[in-house]
């Protein structure tokens, strides 16, 4: 009996044993599992922060390219409304226009956002345009995007010369380059390789290079062309640059001659000084005579252009000219010259009209400093002792032994919307404002 209880005893003492053994433990695997717990939830909170802030700039992101993308949109409605629609209808004047764009949907009908839109000077040749997208973020928070272009005409020198229907390098003749903002052709390290030449064409032989030719640079044919077939060269004739095509069809703006005082027809024998822009039906410098162009001058001329043998048309440092030739012809006789004396070929531009059809003639004993701009013309240049510029017409004859060299100080020259030009983009800046 006695020998019964003490088994008892020992058998609860041992199981008291146990369960205060099993009680420590689930007591201890408890204190890990916290302590487990604690640790894990110490490495998901930064995690957990970090996917969060990831997800803010990554809404903010999408947020921003969306209002970039309202904004350029102002830009693209503006530029649209001064070439071909009428932003006179816009809220404003001459000095300023501005339009909003409340609420602007998406295709599937989602709002994106505003776009505000500004125009300075919108009649101006070079008018400011700032276009602002705004894309709400968070709460009251909104994503604001401005975009500010300046806009200008078409720079149509990029070329040495382009013909639009075709241009003959005649023998001995040579095409090269130089940058007048950087001195004189004989400057040292002055003279280029960019003295490209080019056409819209894409018949056979519509750039011909005939024996001892030589071009500094690159001969470009139609868009979609053969280079091989459109550009030929002859034996002899030598190509610094490539043969390549255009990626697309050059198209040429027309020039609008401005509104000038009437001064009929002028022919001068002797010496004359011109100061003031005028349209002229004809205009003749007679052998040994002189004119002087002493300010910047437009001649707007509707028949012929003329200069007779030993005359010379001078055009002083510090002026300009513009020849307009809205019909008839334009020729320099021998020994005839026009005298740039700032040496600055972007001070003398010869325009043509789109009804100028005529054929322009330029055969100067001395240096020639100019550009001429006449889409639908025929030019002529016999200039063995230099013409320092550009040329784009219809069809381009280079004589025996003329020597271009381009000047690419002409690519920044514009044919401006005032004289019949569309706006394009000058200059392009994103302005972030939230």
Same mark, same amino acid.
């Given at each position: 009996?006695?020998?019964?209880?003490?088994?008892?005893?020992k058998r609860?003492?041992?199981?008291?044993k146990s369960?205060?053994?099993r009680?420590?433990?689930?007591g201890?695997?408890?204190?890990?599992?916290?302590?487990?717990?604690?640790?894990?939830?110490?490495?998901?909170?930064?995690f957990?922060?970090?996917v969060s802030?990831?997800?803010?700039?990554?809404?903010?992101?999408?947020?921003?390219?969306?209002?970039?993308?309202l904004?350029?949109?102002?830009?693209?409605?503006?530029?649209?409304e001064?070439n071909?629609?009428?932003i006179?209808?816009?809220?404003?004047?001459?000095?300023?226009r501005?339009?909003?764009?409340?609420?602007?949907?998406?295709?599937?009908?989602?709002?994106?956002?505003?776009?505000?839109?500004?125009?300075?000077?919108?009649?101006?040749?070079h008018?400011?345009?700032?276009?602002?997208?705004?894309?709400?973020y968070?709460g009251?928070?909104?994503?604001?995007?401005?975009?500010?272009?300046?806009?200008?005409?078409?720079?149509?020198?990029? /070329?040495?010369?382009?013909?639009?229907?075709?241009?003959?390098?005649?023998?001995?003749?040579?095409?090269?380059?130089?940058?007048?903002r950087?001195g004189?052709?004989d400057?040292?390290?002055?003279?280029g390789?960019d003295?490209?030449?080019?056409?819209?064409?894409?018949? /056979?032989?519509?750039?011909?290079?005939?024996?001892?030719?030589?071009?500094?640079?690159d001969?470009?044919s139609g868009a979609?062309?053969d280079?091989?077939?459109?550009?030929?060269?002859?034996?002899?004739?030598?190509l610094?640059?490539?043969?390549?095509a255009?990626?697309?069809p050059?198209?040429?703006?027309?020039?609008?001659?401005?509104?000038?005082?009437?001064?009929?027809?002028?022919?001068?024998?002797?010496?004359?000084?011109?100061?003031l822009?005028?349209?002229y039906?004809?205009?003749?410098?007679?052998?040994?005579?002189?004119?002087?162009?002493?300010?910047?001058?437009?001649?707007?001329?509707?028949?012929?252009?003329?200069?007779?043998?030993?005359?010379?048309?001078?055009?002083?440092?510090?002026?300009?000219l513009?020849?307009?030739?809205?019909?008839?012809?334009f020729e320099m006789?021998?020994?005839?010259?026009?005298?740039?004396?700032?040496?600055?070929?972007?001070?003398?531009? %010869?325009?043509?009209?789109?009804?100028?059809?005529?054929?322009i003639?330029?055969?100067?004993?001395?240096? /020639?400093?100019?550009?001429?701009?006449?889409?639908?013309?025929?030019v002529?240049?016999?200039?063995?002792?230099?013409?320092?510029?550009?040329?784009?017409?219809?069809?381009?004859?280079?004589?025996?032994?003329?020597?271009?060299h381009?000047?690419?100080?002409?690519?920044?020259?514009?044919? %401006?919307?005032?004289?019949?030009?569309l706006?394009?983009?000058?200059?392009?800046?994103?302005?972030?404002?939230?």
């Amino acid at each position: 009996m006695e020998k019964t209880r003490s088994n008892d005893i020992k058998r609860i003492s041992f199981l008291g044993k146990s369960l205060k053994s099993r009680h420590e433990e689930q007591g201890f695997v408890l204190i890990v599992g916290l302590v487990i717990m604690a640790i894990l939830l110490l490495l998901a909170v930064p995690f957990l922060f970090q996917v969060s802030f990831e997800n803010r700039l990554t809404d903010k992101s999408y947020k921003s390219s969306a209002a970039v993308s309202l904004a350029e949109a102002g830009i693209d409605r503006a530029i649209w409304e001064l070439n071909y629609g009428d932003i006179s209808s816009w809220t404003g004047d001459d000095t300023q226009r501005t339009m909003d764009i409340t609420s602007f949907q998406a295709a599937g009908g989602n709002v994106i956002g505003d776009v505000g839109i500004k125009v300075v000077d919108p009649t101006a040749d070079h008018p400011i345009v700032e276009s602002r997208g705004v894309v709400s973020y968070v709460g009251p928070k909104e994503v604001v995007r401005t975009v500010r272009s300046e806009l200008g005409g078409f720079p149509p020198f990029k /070329f040495a010369a382009f013909g639009d229907e075709g241009i003959l390098v005649d023998q001995h003749v040579m095409v090269d380059s130089y940058d007048s903002r950087n001195g004189d052709y004989d400057n040292p390290g002055n003279v280029g390789s960019d003295g490209d030449i080019g056409t819209n064409s894409v018949d /056979f032989s519509a750039i011909y290079m005939d024996n001892s030719s030589d071009l500094a640079g690159d001969a470009v044919s139609g868009a979609e062309s053969d280079p091989e077939s459109v550009i030929i060269t002859a034996p002899g004739a030598h190509l610094d640059g490539e043969k390549r095509a255009l990626d697309n069809p050059i198209t040429f703006p027309q020039i609008n001659p401005p509104s000038l005082p009437w001064m009929g027809d002028y022919s001068m024998s002797g010496t004359d000084s011109i100061f003031l822009s005028g349209h002229y039906g004809s205009f003749t410098i007679e052998a040994n005579s002189v004119v002087t162009i002493e300010d910047d001058v437009i001649l707007y001329i509707t028949g012929n252009f003329y200069m007779d043998i030993n005359s010379r048309l001078d055009i002083a440092d510090g002026a300009s000219l513009q020849i307009i030739m809205g019909s008839g012809s334009f020729e320099m006789d021998q020994t005839s010259n026009i005298n740039n004396l700032s040496r600055d070929p972007t001070k003398f531009v %010869l325009f043509g009209t789109e009804v100028f059809t005529g054929n322009i003639y330029i055969d100067q004993s001395s240096e /020639f400093y100019g550009a001429i701009y006449a889409p639908n013309a025929f030019v002529e240049l016999d200039q063995a002792d230099g013409f320092f510029g550009a040329i784009i017409a219809n069809n381009v004859l280079f004589d025996q032994f003329t020597m271009l060299h381009y000047d690419k100080a002409l690519e920044d020259l514009e044919i %401006l919307p005032s004289m019949g030009s569309l706006y394009v983009v000058k200059s392009w800046q994103i302005k972030v404002s939230d």
